[in-house]
């Protein structure tokens, strides 16, 4: 029987674009399940209604991102990967974050492994060093690069994000996947990637834009002074708001 998976990534505190993923995929044929490759939070601002939708439902595993880490380290009062505007940010982010959330946030694993129909998939948020850290952004990836970086590991599938951009390659060793940011782009179109598995082995992969209504949200930025909202809406957002203003 032919399995079908949802994949997003880097929901980034954007309520109303994952609404519109999850309405997306609640009216497509059925999946089986959603796999999130992490930040669930950071970017944006809608931590508590980000998760609270997220987990009003049960059909969705986790991969812990950068973001979502150094949140967590601000409310422990470790140390933060984060410095100047971006650790106020996180800090601004952590204390406005309910408590509730904090146990749910805390059990995310950092990798997260699945077999379907008879292909072994790999979840994280990014590619990871020998200490379990994650890596600096690879702009110039290959499949090459990515075989090299992935030779020990038995997986057909490996799914990442942490990069916001489209990564498709397919190597004579296995698929690499990253199906762009959710809650981050300079249009009003929310990103993620369906995956389906036949009974025969084979793999189709479909990228899909979602469009949404994204007007309050950006201009909440500034309505709510969130910390360094002007680089923020510029360089993740594309300064989309300032049609509005």
């Known amino acids: 029987m032919e399995k079908k998976i949802a994949v997003i990534a880097d929901i980034h505190g954007n309520y109303s674009g994952l609404k519109a993923v999850l309405n997306d995929i609640d009216v497509e044929d059925k999946f089986d399940h959603i796999y999130c490759l992490g930040d669930l939070v950071g970017i944006g601002y809608e931590t508590n209604e980000v998760l609270e939708l997220l987990l009003s ?3 969705i595993s986790y991969v812990m991102g950068n973001h979502d880490e150094a949140i967590l380290d601000v409310l422990a009062g470790r140390e933060v990967y984060s410095r100047g505007k971006e650790k106020k940010h996180h800090e601004w982010i952590a204390h406005r974050m309910n408590p509730k959330f904090i146990p749910f946030l805390t059990e995310i694993p950092v990798t997260l492994h699945a077999e379907i129909n008879g292909k072994s998939l790999l979840f ?3 590619h990871l ?3 379990g850290e994650f890596l600096s952004v690879d702009y110039e990836p290959t499949e090459e690069k990515l075989d090299k970086h992935y030779q020990s590991l ?3 599938i490996i799914c ?5 951009v489209i990564h498709h390659f397919k190597s004579k060793e296995r698929l690499y996947l990253n199906p ?3 809650g981050c782009y300079h249009k009003p179109l929310a990103s993620y990637a369906i995956l389906s598995f036949g009974e025969l082995g084979q793999i189709n992969v479909n990228m899909k834009e979602v469009p949404y209504d994204n007007k309050e949200f950006l201009l909440g930025y500034q309505k709510l002074d969130v910390p ?3 680089y923020l809406l ?5 300064n989309q708001h300032v049609k509005y203003l």
């Open 129 to 131: 060093n020998e200490s």
């Open 228 to 230: 360094d909202a002007d």
């Open 154 to 156: 038995n997986a057909d």
């Open 160 to 164: 990442f994000g942490h990069h916001h």
């Open 180 to 182: 762009s940011s959710l």
């Open 57 to 59: 439902r049960n059909d």
């Open 124 to 126: 994280v948020h990014y």
């Open 234 to 238: 510029k360089y993740f957002h594309g």
